[in-house]
Protein backbone atom coordinates (compact mmCIF):
# COMPACT_ATOMS: atom_id res chain seq x y z
CA UNK A 1 0.00 0.00 0.00
CA UNK A 2 0.92 3.34 -0.53
CA UNK A 3 0.64 6.59 1.31
CA UNK A 4 -3.16 7.70 1.01
CA UNK A 5 -3.23 11.49 0.01
CA UNK A 6 -6.07 13.99 0.53
CA UNK A 7 -7.53 17.57 1.34
CA UNK A 8 -10.16 17.93 3.05
CA UNK A 9 -12.16 20.83 3.60
CA UNK A 10 -15.40 21.51 5.62
CA UNK A 11 -18.69 23.83 6.61
CA UNK A 12 -18.15 25.87 2.84
CA UNK A 13 -21.87 27.35 3.39
CA UNK A 14 -22.42 28.22 0.22
CA UNK A 15 -24.48 30.93 -0.47
CA UNK A 16 -26.22 31.42 -4.04
CA UNK A 17 -25.60 35.10 -4.23
CA UNK A 18 -28.65 35.95 -6.23
CA UNK A 19 -30.83 34.87 -3.57
CA UNK A 20 -29.89 37.63 -1.72
CA UNK A 21 -27.72 38.80 0.69
CA UNK A 22 -27.71 42.94 0.80
CA UNK A 23 -29.69 45.35 2.82
CA UNK A 24 -30.55 46.75 6.69
CA UNK A 25 -31.81 43.42 7.50
CA UNK A 26 -29.14 41.68 6.41
CA UNK A 27 -26.34 44.20 8.35
CA UNK A 28 -28.41 43.57 11.20
CA UNK A 29 -28.41 39.97 11.01
CA UNK A 30 -24.32 39.99 9.92
CA UNK A 31 -23.57 41.78 13.54
CA UNK A 32 -23.36 38.78 15.34
CA UNK A 33 -22.38 35.95 12.42
CA UNK A 34 -18.78 34.54 12.99
CA UNK A 35 -19.51 33.27 9.55
CA UNK A 36 -19.43 35.17 5.98
CA UNK A 37 -22.73 34.88 4.28
CA UNK A 38 -22.42 37.44 0.85
CA UNK A 39 -18.93 36.47 0.63
CA UNK A 40 -18.98 32.65 0.61
CA UNK A 41 -19.26 32.19 -3.35
CA UNK A 42 -16.46 33.91 -3.80
CA UNK A 43 -14.71 32.03 -0.49
CA UNK A 44 -15.81 28.69 -2.48
CA UNK A 45 -14.50 29.43 -6.06
CA UNK A 46 -10.80 30.36 -4.90
CA UNK A 47 -11.11 27.33 -2.29
CA UNK A 48 -11.54 25.37 -5.49
CA UNK A 49 -9.52 26.78 -7.72
CA UNK A 50 -6.83 25.67 -5.41
CA UNK A 51 -7.76 22.32 -5.07
CA UNK A 52 -8.20 21.78 -8.48
CA UNK A 53 -5.06 22.93 -9.74
CA UNK A 54 -3.38 21.30 -6.19
CA UNK A 55 -1.28 18.42 -7.33
CA UNK A 56 -0.14 16.40 -4.00
CA UNK A 57 -3.16 14.79 -4.32
CA UNK A 58 -5.84 13.83 -6.07
CA UNK A 59 -9.05 13.43 -3.38
CA UNK A 60 -11.19 16.03 -1.61
CA UNK A 61 -13.10 14.64 1.45
CA UNK A 62 -15.76 17.34 2.60
CA UNK A 63 -17.44 17.44 5.96
CA UNK A 64 -20.53 18.29 5.92
CA UNK A 65 -22.54 22.09 5.80
CA UNK A 66 -22.14 22.39 2.34
CA UNK A 67 -24.73 25.26 1.85
CA UNK A 68 -25.43 27.92 3.69
CA UNK A 69 -28.69 26.80 5.54
CA UNK A 70 -30.31 24.74 3.31
CA UNK A 71 -31.61 26.56 0.61
CA UNK A 72 -32.26 24.71 -2.48
CA UNK A 73 -30.13 26.74 -5.08
CA UNK A 74 -27.30 27.18 -2.67
CA UNK A 75 -27.03 23.35 -3.01
CA UNK A 76 -27.21 23.83 -6.85
CA UNK A 77 -24.77 26.34 -7.29
CA UNK A 78 -22.18 23.95 -4.67
CA UNK A 79 -22.69 21.12 -6.82
CA UNK A 80 -21.79 23.01 -10.00
CA UNK A 81 -17.92 23.60 -8.17
CA UNK A 82 -17.68 20.09 -7.17
CA UNK A 83 -18.92 18.70 -10.57
CA UNK A 84 -15.67 21.23 -11.54
CA UNK A 85 -13.84 19.74 -9.06
CA UNK A 86 -13.96 16.35 -10.64
CA UNK A 87 -13.60 17.66 -14.14
CA UNK A 88 -10.32 18.36 -13.20
CA UNK A 89 -9.68 15.06 -12.30
CA UNK A 90 -10.63 14.89 -8.52
CA UNK A 91 -12.34 12.05 -6.50
CA UNK A 92 -15.22 14.07 -4.13
CA UNK A 93 -16.57 12.70 -0.99
CA UNK A 94 -18.85 14.70 0.71
CA UNK A 95 -21.33 14.64 3.58
CA UNK A 96 -24.07 16.46 4.52
CA UNK A 97 -25.06 18.05 8.09
CA UNK A 98 -27.20 20.18 10.05
CA UNK A 99 -27.75 23.14 7.74
CA UNK A 100 -28.21 21.12 4.46
CA UNK A 101 -32.30 20.59 4.66
CA UNK A 102 -35.00 22.24 6.90
CA UNK A 103 -37.78 20.41 8.38
CA UNK A 104 -41.53 20.64 7.27
CA UNK A 105 -42.13 24.21 8.75
CA UNK A 106 -38.53 25.82 9.09
CA UNK A 107 -37.50 28.48 6.16
CA UNK A 108 -34.59 29.26 4.87
CA UNK A 109 -33.57 33.15 4.35
CA UNK A 110 -31.89 35.44 2.24
CA UNK A 111 -32.20 39.29 2.31
CA UNK A 112 -32.33 42.38 -0.04
CA UNK A 113 -33.84 45.87 0.19
CA UNK A 114 -37.29 44.74 0.99
CA UNK A 115 -36.27 42.49 4.49
CA UNK A 116 -36.37 39.32 5.14
CA UNK A 117 -36.83 36.09 1.71
CA UNK A 118 -37.71 32.76 2.11
CA UNK A 119 -36.08 31.44 -0.69
CA UNK A 120 -36.88 27.44 -1.39
CA UNK A 121 -35.57 25.15 0.42
CA UNK A 122 -34.06 21.41 0.64
CA UNK A 123 -35.54 18.49 2.08
CA UNK A 124 -33.43 15.69 3.97
CA UNK A 125 -34.98 13.37 1.77
CA UNK A 126 -33.75 14.81 -1.41
CA UNK A 127 -29.80 14.90 -0.48
CA UNK A 128 -28.99 11.57 -1.25
CA UNK A 129 -29.85 12.38 -4.71
CA UNK A 130 -28.50 15.72 -4.72
CA UNK A 131 -24.90 14.40 -3.90
CA UNK A 132 -25.23 11.20 -5.22
CA UNK A 133 -21.95 11.55 -7.03
CA UNK A 134 -19.51 12.63 -4.62
CA UNK A 135 -19.90 9.77 -2.63
CA UNK A 136 -22.56 7.11 -2.67
CA UNK A 137 -22.19 6.26 -5.97
CA UNK A 138 -19.19 4.68 -5.43
CA UNK A 139 -19.51 3.35 -2.39
CA UNK A 140 -18.92 -0.27 -0.99
CA UNK A 141 -21.55 -0.06 1.11
CA UNK A 142 -24.63 2.68 2.01
CA UNK A 143 -26.94 2.80 4.67
CA UNK A 144 -29.54 5.38 2.73
CA UNK A 145 -31.47 5.99 5.61
CA UNK A 146 -28.64 7.45 7.66
CA UNK A 147 -27.09 8.73 4.79
CA UNK A 148 -23.79 7.04 5.35
CA UNK A 149 -21.47 5.39 3.10
CA UNK A 150 -17.77 3.44 2.83
CA UNK A 151 -15.62 3.93 0.47
CA UNK A 152 -12.39 2.27 -0.70
CA UNK A 153 -10.37 5.53 -0.63
CA UNK A 154 -7.14 3.66 -2.44
CA UNK A 155 -5.75 0.17 -2.11
CA UNK A 156 -5.25 -0.37 1.67
CA UNK A 157 -7.72 2.62 3.63
CA UNK A 158 -11.13 3.19 3.67
CA UNK A 159 -13.48 6.52 4.61
CA UNK A 160 -16.59 5.56 6.50
CA UNK A 161 -18.27 8.52 6.00
CA UNK A 162 -21.26 9.60 8.42
CA UNK A 163 -23.78 11.57 9.24
CA UNK A 164 -25.61 12.04 12.25
CA UNK A 165 -29.77 13.85 11.27
CA UNK A 166 -31.28 10.36 10.45
CA UNK A 167 -31.90 9.05 13.85
CA UNK A 168 -35.24 7.42 14.23
CA UNK A 169 -35.69 9.30 16.86
CA UNK A 170 -35.29 12.78 15.33
CA UNK A 171 -32.16 13.45 17.65
CA UNK A 172 -29.02 14.08 16.99
CA UNK A 173 -27.30 10.99 17.45
CA UNK A 174 -26.61 6.99 16.08
CA UNK A 175 -29.14 5.40 16.59
CA UNK A 176 -28.88 1.37 17.27
CA UNK A 177 -29.46 0.78 13.61
CA UNK A 178 -26.81 3.00 12.72
CA UNK A 179 -24.42 1.31 14.99
CA UNK A 180 -25.24 -2.21 14.19
CA UNK A 181 -24.66 -0.84 10.41
CA UNK A 182 -21.58 0.90 12.02
CA UNK A 183 -19.95 -2.10 13.53
CA UNK A 184 -20.59 -4.37 10.37
CA UNK A 185 -18.77 -1.92 8.14
CA UNK A 186 -15.61 -1.86 10.74
CA UNK A 187 -15.87 -5.35 11.12
CA UNK A 188 -15.82 -5.78 7.65
CA UNK A 189 -12.19 -3.51 6.88
CA UNK A 190 -10.79 -5.60 9.60
CA UNK A 191 -11.40 -9.24 8.02
CA UNK A 192 -10.18 -7.21 4.47
CA UNK A 193 -7.14 -5.91 6.25
CA UNK A 194 -7.86 -2.57 5.53
CA UNK A 195 -7.09 0.64 7.51
CA UNK A 196 -10.59 2.67 8.04
CA UNK A 197 -10.89 6.55 8.68
CA UNK A 198 -14.36 8.22 9.26
CA UNK A 199 -15.67 11.44 8.42
CA UNK A 200 -18.42 13.24 10.54
CA UNK A 201 -19.94 16.51 11.11
CA UNK A 202 -20.37 17.42 14.48
CA UNK A 203 -17.04 16.84 16.67
CA UNK A 204 -16.77 13.11 18.66
CA UNK A 205 -14.05 14.85 21.26
CA UNK A 206 -14.66 19.22 22.27
CA UNK A 207 -12.65 20.33 19.90
CA UNK A 208 -11.73 22.64 22.97
CA UNK A 209 -12.42 21.69 26.91
CA UNK A 210 -15.20 24.89 27.08
CA UNK A 211 -17.00 22.74 24.11
CA UNK A 212 -17.26 19.99 26.35
CA UNK A 213 -20.16 21.67 28.51
CA UNK A 214 -22.40 23.18 25.42
CA UNK A 215 -24.43 20.21 23.95
CA UNK A 216 -24.60 21.24 20.58
CA UNK A 217 -20.87 21.45 19.78
CA UNK A 218 -20.14 17.82 20.12
CA UNK A 219 -21.78 14.44 19.00
CA UNK A 220 -24.22 12.87 21.25
CA UNK A 221 -23.12 10.27 23.39
CA UNK A 222 -19.41 10.79 22.45
CA UNK A 223 -18.08 8.66 25.10
CA UNK A 224 -19.37 5.76 23.82
CA UNK A 225 -19.23 6.38 20.17
CA UNK A 226 -15.87 7.54 20.34
CA UNK A 227 -15.06 4.45 22.66
CA UNK A 228 -16.68 1.90 20.23
CA UNK A 229 -15.20 3.25 17.19
CA UNK A 230 -11.40 3.15 18.78
CA UNK A 231 -11.93 -0.48 19.98
CA UNK A 232 -13.49 -1.26 16.65
CA UNK A 233 -10.32 0.06 15.00
CA UNK A 234 -11.16 3.66 13.83
CA UNK A 235 -8.30 5.93 15.30
CA UNK A 236 -8.72 8.65 12.69
CA UNK A 237 -11.86 10.49 12.24
CA UNK A 238 -12.27 14.28 10.67
CA UNK A 239 -15.29 16.51 11.74
CA UNK A 240 -15.80 20.02 11.28
CA UNK A 241 -19.27 21.97 12.88
CA UNK A 242 -17.88 24.63 15.43
CA UNK A 243 -15.73 26.11 12.56
CA UNK A 244 -12.49 25.51 15.11
CA UNK A 245 -9.26 24.19 14.89
CA UNK A 246 -7.99 21.76 16.53
CA UNK A 247 -6.48 18.01 17.14
CA UNK A 248 -7.52 16.00 20.28
CA UNK A 249 -6.45 12.37 20.88
CA UNK A 250 -8.51 9.69 23.43
CA UNK A 251 -7.13 6.59 24.20
CA UNK A 252 -10.29 4.05 25.35
CA UNK A 253 -10.01 1.40 28.71
CA UNK A 254 -8.67 -1.06 25.94
CA UNK A 255 -5.71 1.07 24.98
CA UNK A 256 -7.04 1.78 21.72
CA UNK A 257 -6.19 5.85 20.36
CA UNK A 258 -9.02 8.02 18.92
CA UNK A 259 -7.98 11.02 17.15
CA UNK A 260 -10.14 13.96 16.30
CA UNK A 261 -9.49 16.01 13.31
CA UNK A 262 -11.87 19.42 13.38
CA UNK A 263 -10.98 21.68 10.92
CA UNK A 264 -12.14 25.42 10.47
CA UNK A 265 -14.58 26.01 8.19
CA UNK A 266 -13.50 27.81 4.97
CA UNK A 267 -15.83 30.66 5.22
CA UNK A 268 -14.89 31.72 8.35
CA UNK A 269 -12.03 32.65 10.79
CA UNK A 270 -9.50 30.62 11.25
CA UNK A 271 -10.28 29.61 7.62
CA UNK A 272 -7.96 26.50 7.00
CA UNK A 273 -7.81 23.59 4.31
CA UNK A 274 -6.31 19.96 5.52
CA UNK A 275 -3.90 18.30 3.87
CA UNK A 276 -3.46 14.56 5.26
CA UNK A 277 -1.29 11.57 4.24
CA UNK A 278 -2.09 8.04 5.92
CA UNK A 279 0.87 5.59 6.03
CA UNK A 280 0.58 2.36 5.93
CA UNK A 281 2.67 1.91 9.20
CA UNK A 282 -0.70 3.44 10.54
CA UNK A 283 0.80 7.14 10.75
CA UNK A 284 -1.26 9.95 9.73
CA UNK A 285 0.89 13.37 8.71
CA UNK A 286 -1.70 16.53 9.56
CA UNK A 287 -0.89 19.59 7.50
CA UNK A 288 -3.04 23.04 7.15
CA UNK A 289 -3.30 25.26 4.51
CA UNK A 290 -4.70 28.80 4.75
CA UNK A 291 -7.49 29.70 2.99
CA UNK A 292 -6.23 31.73 -0.16
CA UNK A 293 -7.13 34.84 -0.54
CA UNK A 294 -10.71 35.59 -2.48
CA UNK A 295 -12.61 37.81 -5.20
CA UNK A 296 -13.63 40.23 -3.13
CA UNK A 297 -13.35 44.28 -1.97
CA UNK A 298 -11.65 43.29 1.58
CA UNK A 299 -10.53 46.86 1.32
CA UNK A 300 -6.98 45.25 0.59
CA UNK A 301 -7.10 42.73 3.46
CA UNK A 302 -5.86 39.01 3.07
CA UNK A 303 -8.55 36.15 3.62
CA UNK A 304 -7.31 35.81 6.83
CA UNK A 305 -7.57 39.47 8.21
CA UNK A 306 -10.55 39.80 6.84
CA UNK A 307 -12.14 36.79 8.41
CA UNK A 308 -10.48 37.38 11.88
CA UNK A 309 -11.87 41.25 11.64
CA UNK A 310 -15.64 39.56 10.95
CA UNK A 311 -14.92 37.59 14.31
CA UNK A 312 -13.95 40.08 16.05
CA UNK A 313 -16.58 42.28 15.23
CA UNK A 314 -19.35 39.90 16.25
CA UNK A 315 -17.34 40.07 19.97
CA UNK A 316 -17.19 43.34 19.92
CA UNK A 317 -20.90 44.23 18.32
CA UNK A 318 -22.05 41.67 21.47
CA UNK A 319 -20.51 43.67 24.24
CA UNK A 320 -21.25 46.87 22.45
CA UNK A 321 -25.14 45.87 22.16
CA UNK A 322 -24.38 44.92 26.21
CA UNK A 323 -24.24 48.60 27.12
CA UNK A 324 -26.31 50.44 24.54
CA UNK A 325 -29.35 47.83 23.36
CA UNK A 326 -29.57 44.95 26.51
CA UNK A 327 -32.89 43.60 24.94
CA UNK A 328 -30.39 42.71 21.51
CA UNK A 329 -28.15 40.65 22.77
CA UNK A 330 -30.48 38.72 25.72
CA UNK A 331 -32.75 37.91 22.31
CA UNK A 332 -29.76 35.64 20.97
CA UNK A 333 -29.61 33.66 24.07
CA UNK A 334 -33.60 33.42 24.28
CA UNK A 335 -33.49 36.00 27.31
CA UNK A 336 -35.46 39.01 25.98
CA UNK A 337 -37.93 38.73 28.51
CA UNK A 338 -35.49 39.01 31.62
CA UNK A 339 -36.34 42.58 32.01
CA UNK A 340 -34.75 42.61 35.45
CA UNK A 341 -31.32 42.29 34.36
CA UNK A 342 -30.94 44.44 31.61
CA UNK A 343 -29.64 47.37 34.32
CA UNK A 344 -26.97 44.66 35.32
CA UNK A 345 -25.80 43.93 31.40
CA UNK A 346 -26.08 47.77 30.75
CA UNK A 347 -23.41 47.79 33.45
CA UNK A 348 -21.40 45.43 32.69
CA UNK A 349 -21.14 46.99 29.14
CA UNK A 350 -20.08 49.87 30.52
CA UNK A 351 -17.25 48.51 32.28
CA UNK A 352 -16.04 45.82 29.81
CA UNK A 353 -16.24 48.73 26.76
CA UNK A 354 -14.19 51.12 28.81
CA UNK A 355 -11.63 49.43 31.40
CA UNK A 356 -8.19 48.53 30.39
CA UNK A 357 -6.87 45.39 31.37
CA UNK A 358 -4.67 46.84 33.75
CA UNK A 359 -7.41 48.29 35.21
CA UNK A 360 -8.83 45.13 36.12
CA UNK A 361 -5.89 44.07 37.33
CA UNK A 362 -5.55 46.60 39.83
CA UNK A 363 -9.20 46.36 41.14
CA UNK A 364 -8.12 42.53 41.65
CA UNK A 365 -5.11 42.98 42.87
CA UNK A 366 -3.24 41.34 39.83
CA UNK A 367 0.61 41.80 38.73
CA UNK A 368 -0.13 42.61 34.32
CA UNK A 369 3.11 42.90 32.57
CA UNK A 370 3.09 46.19 31.01
CA UNK A 371 2.83 45.45 27.45
CA UNK A 372 -0.88 44.51 28.20
CA UNK A 373 -2.11 47.16 31.03
CA UNK A 374 -3.02 49.20 28.20
CA UNK A 375 -5.30 46.73 26.16
CA UNK A 376 -8.69 47.71 26.46
CA UNK A 377 -10.52 44.54 28.04
CA UNK A 378 -13.58 44.21 25.35
CA UNK A 379 -10.38 43.90 22.29
CA UNK A 380 -8.61 41.39 24.99
CA UNK A 381 -11.96 39.54 25.62
CA UNK A 382 -12.34 39.34 21.23
CA UNK A 383 -8.82 37.91 20.87
CA UNK A 384 -9.02 35.38 23.61
CA UNK A 385 -12.10 34.09 22.01
CA UNK A 386 -10.81 34.08 18.89
CA UNK A 387 -8.03 31.80 20.20
CA UNK A 388 -10.19 29.58 21.52
CA UNK A 389 -11.49 29.03 18.02
CA UNK A 390 -8.18 29.05 16.14
CA UNK A 391 -6.26 26.47 18.28
CA UNK A 392 -2.90 26.69 19.11
CA UNK A 393 -3.94 29.16 21.78
CA UNK A 394 -1.94 31.22 23.31
CA UNK A 395 -2.91 32.41 26.04
CA UNK A 396 -1.31 30.44 28.33
CA UNK A 397 2.16 30.61 30.62
CA UNK A 398 4.72 32.35 29.07
CA UNK A 399 2.71 34.64 27.09
CA UNK A 400 1.92 38.04 29.19
CA UNK A 401 -1.62 37.69 28.39
CA UNK A 402 -1.56 34.29 28.90
CA UNK A 403 -0.30 35.11 32.69
CA UNK A 404 -2.87 37.78 33.43
CA UNK A 405 -5.71 35.03 32.32
CA UNK A 406 -3.88 32.38 34.74
CA UNK A 407 -3.71 34.84 37.82
CA UNK A 408 -7.23 35.81 36.82
CA UNK A 409 -8.78 32.27 36.54
CA UNK A 410 -6.85 31.86 39.89
CA UNK A 411 -8.24 34.65 41.56
CA UNK A 412 -11.54 33.44 40.58
CA UNK A 413 -11.20 29.90 41.51
CA UNK A 414 -13.46 29.94 44.78
CA UNK A 415 -16.02 31.10 42.84
CA UNK A 416 -15.71 28.61 39.71
CA UNK A 417 -15.80 26.09 42.45
CA UNK A 418 -18.73 26.87 43.17
CA UNK A 419 -20.80 26.71 39.82
CA UNK A 420 -21.93 23.27 39.22
CA UNK A 421 -21.96 22.23 35.55
CA UNK A 422 -21.72 18.73 33.88
CA UNK A 423 -20.11 18.02 31.08
CA UNK A 424 -22.20 16.91 28.02
CA UNK A 425 -21.11 13.09 29.04
CA UNK A 426 -22.27 14.29 32.59
CA UNK A 427 -18.83 14.19 34.75
CA UNK A 428 -18.69 17.19 36.66
CA UNK A 429 -17.22 20.27 35.22
CA UNK A 430 -13.82 21.49 36.59
CA UNK A 431 -14.21 25.33 35.52
CA UNK A 432 -10.57 26.15 36.21
CA UNK A 433 -9.36 24.04 34.14
CA UNK A 434 -11.69 23.80 31.38
CA UNK A 435 -10.57 27.49 30.60
CA UNK A 436 -6.98 27.30 31.19
CA UNK A 437 -6.88 24.62 28.40
CA UNK A 438 -9.54 26.35 26.43
CA UNK A 439 -7.47 29.99 26.85
CA UNK A 440 -4.00 28.01 26.04
CA UNK A 441 -3.00 25.00 24.02
CA UNK A 442 -1.36 22.64 25.90
CA UNK A 443 -1.81 18.92 24.03
CA UNK A 444 -1.33 18.08 20.16
CA UNK A 445 -0.04 20.82 17.77
CA UNK A 446 -3.83 21.90 16.00
CA UNK A 447 -2.62 22.90 12.77
CA UNK A 448 0.69 20.44 11.86
CA UNK A 449 1.26 16.82 13.41
CA UNK A 450 2.40 13.39 12.80
CA UNK A 451 -0.02 10.80 14.55
CA UNK A 452 0.84 7.50 15.22
CA UNK A 453 -2.73 5.93 15.40
CA UNK A 454 -2.03 2.75 16.86
CA UNK A 455 1.22 2.87 19.01
FE1 LIG B 1 -21.10 25.01 9.92
FE1 LIG C 1 -22.81 22.33 11.55
Redesign the pocket.
Known amino acids: MEDLKFYLIT?PHYFEPALGARGAAYDEFMRFEQKCFAETAAINRSVFEYLKKADKADIVLIA??LSFNGEKESHLGFIKLLRELQAAGKKVYVIT???DFKNEGDDCFAFDESGRLTPESTRREELYDLYYDFGFKDAIAVDRQHLSYVSQLSDGVRLLALNNDGASDGTRRFDEEHIKWIKEQTKKARDDGQIMIAMN??PLLPGQPIFSVIPSAVQRESDSVTTMLADEGVHLVFT??MHNHSINEKITEKGNKLYDVCTGSIIADPAMIRFVAVTPDHMAVIKSIETPDFDWDTGGKSCKQYLSDLFDSMILNMLDDMQHNPERVLSRFGAEDKKSIYPFVKLAGKIVNKITVGGVCRLLWIKCDKSVKPILLKDYVAELVRNVFEGNQHFREGNPKGEVFIRFLNRLDPILKKINLKTVDGKQADLFEILKHSAGNYGIDDYNAILDLIG
Open positions: DGDADHHYGH
